[in-house]
């Protein structure tokens, strides 16, 4: 019986050993001296090695590698207590991450090896993927069949997190479950689907997974590319809108030049009746009026030619207060906040009273109760943080204004808004919408930037921010006679004590432009002096000189025309720069001055007529005309107001000033 149970025995044990090479799992049996006894087929695929090779040699031997690893210690740990250990560890140049059943006995120990060497590379590249996308700026996410969110890589976690009480539906498209739904149906993906929260822009695009049981939403921040598309198309608009006004206005400047020259006739004529020389004032009065409208108009659509001076524009809003405290009224009071130094910028004198008059008239129709208005200069440092966070702000030092209400005040939605062309909270027939407008567009000319903060029912404070200049105009020396004791004392300056900033040194005057400032120009609709009735020979001429006057307007050619036979000038006349042409070339005038209008029609503009005329006369004195003063055909030109170019509308004395004074030049 004994030799049948030791049979039976034996068959066991040759079928566990059958079992154990046919396995998948490798299987390793050493003695007690770490040596193979047994291992089957899958262990030798496992520790690339043959079983003849590796049987009788010691573990360690075959394998020094496995020294250096955590398996060593706790192979060594089975072994002295005798316990059953489960691990996962390398095996170091086999290239294989092994899963260790370890089971010791007293004459040795069974060693089972289960490859886990893909599960182990799919954990690492999960790993590996999950790195990027939480490294991802962009937000990703999961969602689930049912609309939950399964995933979220950080900028997601970092977006739910903005806004925890609304939930996956305050950033993601509208109604993005059925979008998830329509994805998982058609196994089709969806893209460009928008989505806004928070003042932010996203757009989001939609996969289905490979096992369509969710869907991959990955979204990309567009909140810069929408503000540009917008200050594209404004910027489109504005061009369009400046481009028509420009036309419209360089015609409408046409029309005050006759109006003007119409009342200075007029007004020169000493027979006229009472009623007609008050109906010929008022007359001027209108039109100096919608001359400064057109100037307005070009000042928006940013065509305006800017006559750049230094100036203190500390003094430049003393002289605006004092305008406006005849005109706010008395429920409205208007505080100057101003450094006890000077603030010089380059700027047109004109445009920077529009951006002080337009920013306080705004601020007082803000205040429908009437309150104080606060206007502040200061001079700041702008550094790189701070031009980071304002719209088309940079560094350097500026000069800052400030204007502040106390008024009823606006939401984020309205400050968007305000800058718009025609845009107005006020009920029709009470605002262009062109105030705040033409506010951006003067800035914007000088090189500055505006930025608005509002709270509503608290109030509004514009800042507008112009570059600091180093030079600064001397005042104008007294008049001739008057001695500098006789002048008036200057009116009490509003500033207060000096402020912790200080200017650099000013810089000396360079060149004689900076060694007085030009005396202003005559506004449209004022009369010079009345010109003498009888004809003016200009100075050491032998005969009267020749002037060929271009302009494509019969009633401005006709009325300069006259007023220059009058001031006794020989005077040619052509409607085009090609007619003038041919009588320059004909030798039918001997012109030493031409005065032409820069837009002309046909072939030749005014400056191509000049540059025909000059090559053959280089003497030759040239003053140009323009209702639209920033044409693309001016671009080039040295023009000086007064000197060799006059802005309509402007009055026929003055051109005659202006022949008189090339003249004097010719000498």
């Known amino acids: 019986m004994a030799g049948a149970d030791a049979a039976a025995l034996q068959q066991e044990i040759a079928l566990l050993r059958s079992v154990l090479a046919s396995g998948t799992d490798g299987s390793i049996e050493l003695d007690d001296f770490w040596r193979f006894k047994a291992l089957n087929d899958a262990a030798e695929l496992l520790l690339k090695q043959s079983r003849n090779a590796l049987l009788g040699r010691n573990l360690w031997e075959c394998f020094p590698q496995l020294v250096k690893t955590s398996a060593y210690g706790l192979l060594h740990a089975a072994v002295q207590d005798l316990r059953v250990r489960h691990f996962e560890d390398e095996i170091p140049g086999v290239g294989a991450w092994v899963e260790f059943h370890v089971h010791p006995h007293p004459r040795g120990l069974l060693i089972y090896l289960r490859d886990q060497t893909a599960r182990k590379r799919a954990e690492g590249n999960l790993a590996r993927l999950t790195a990027i996308a939480d490294c991802s700026p962009s937000p990703v996410f999961e ?25 996956p539906a305050a950033v993601l498209p509208a109604r993005f479950d059925a979008i998830v739904q329509t994805c998982l149906a058609t196994r089709e993906g969806r893209r460009d689907l928008p989505a806004e929260f928070a003042g932010r822009t996203f757009s989001w695009a939609f996969f289905p997974s490979p096992d369509l049981r969710s869907v991959y939403a990955c979204g990309e921040e567009v909140t810069g590319q929408v503000r540009l598309r917008t200050e594209l198309a404004d910027a489109q608009k504005n061009e369009a809108i ?9 015609d409408f400047n046409s029309l005050l030049t006759v109006i003007d020259g119409l009342v200075e006739v007029i007004r020169n004529t000493s027979d006229v009746p009472p009623d007609a020389a008050e109906a010929g004032r008022l007359i001027g009065q ?16 940013r065509r305006q030619r800017l006559n750049l001076l230094p100036i203190d524009l500390v003094d430049c809003a003393c002289e605006v207060h004092s305008l406006l405290a005849r005109t706010l009224g008395e429920r409205v009071r208007i505080r100057l906040d101003l450094p006890a130094h000077q603030l010089p910028i380059l700027g047109d004198h004109g445009m920077l009273e529009q951006v002080f008059l337009n920013l306080v008239f705004n601020a007082r129709d803000a205040m429908p109760n009437g309150g104080e208005i606060v206007l502040r200069l200061r001079a700041v440092d702008v550094d790189q943080p701070t031009a980071s966070v304002l719209l088309d702000a940079r560094v350097g030092q500026f000069a ?13 939605d309205l400050v968007a808004q305000i800058f718009e062309p025609f845009f107005t909270t006020k009920p029709p027939g009470q605002g262009t919408g062109l105030g705040l407008s033409i506010v951006l567009a003067a800035v914007k000319q000088h090189q500055g930037w505006v930025n608005v903060e509002s709270v509503v029912g608290e109030g509004t404070t514009v800042c507008v921010f112009f570059p600091l200049a180093t030079i600064l105009a001397p005042p104008p020396p007294p008049p001739p006679g008057v001695l500098p004791d006789e002048l008036p004392p200057p009116p ?11 200017m650099p040194p000013v810089a000396r005057p360079l060149g004689p432009a900076a060694e007085a400032p030009p005396a202003p120009p005559k506004p449209a609709g004022v009369a010079a002096e009345a010109p ?6 200009p100075p050491e001429a032998s005969g009267p000189v020749a002037v060929l006057l271009v302009e494509d307007n019969d009633a401005i050619r006709g009325l300069l025309g006259h007023y220059l036979e009058v001031r006794g000038f020989e005077v040619f006349r052509a409607a085009t720069g090609e007619a003038a042409l041919t009588l320059w070339r004909d030798g039918a005038t001997h012109a030493a001055v031409l005065i032409t209008d820069i837009v002309m029609p046909g072939r030749l503009s005014g400056p191509q007529l000049a540059a025909e005329m000059l090559q053959d006369n280089s003497a030759l004195r040239v003053i140009y005309m323009s209702g639209y003063s920033n044409d693309e055909r001016m671009k080039g030109l040295q023009l000086d107001e007064g000197v060799n170019f006059l802005g309509k509308p402007f009055a026929p004395s003055d051109l005659g000033d202006v022949v008189a004074r090339a003249l004097g030049q010719v000498r």
């Open 286 to 301: 209108a039109s100096a009026h919608a001359a400064t409208l057109t100037r307005q108009i070009l000042t928006f659509g």
């Open 242 to 250: 400046g481009q028509l006004a420009g036309g419209i206005v360089h």
């Open 143 to 167: 969602i689930d069949s049912g609309g939950g969110i399964a995933y979220a890589n950080r900028a997601g976690r970092e977006i739910l997190a903005s806004v925890p009480d609304a939930g």
């Open 492 to 502: 009490p300056h509003p500033r207060p004590m000096p402020q912790t900033w200080h």
């Open 400 to 412: 800052r204004l400030q204007v502040r209400d106390a008024g009823t005040g606006m939401d984020p």
């Open 532 to 537: 003498a009735p009888a004809r003016e020979q």
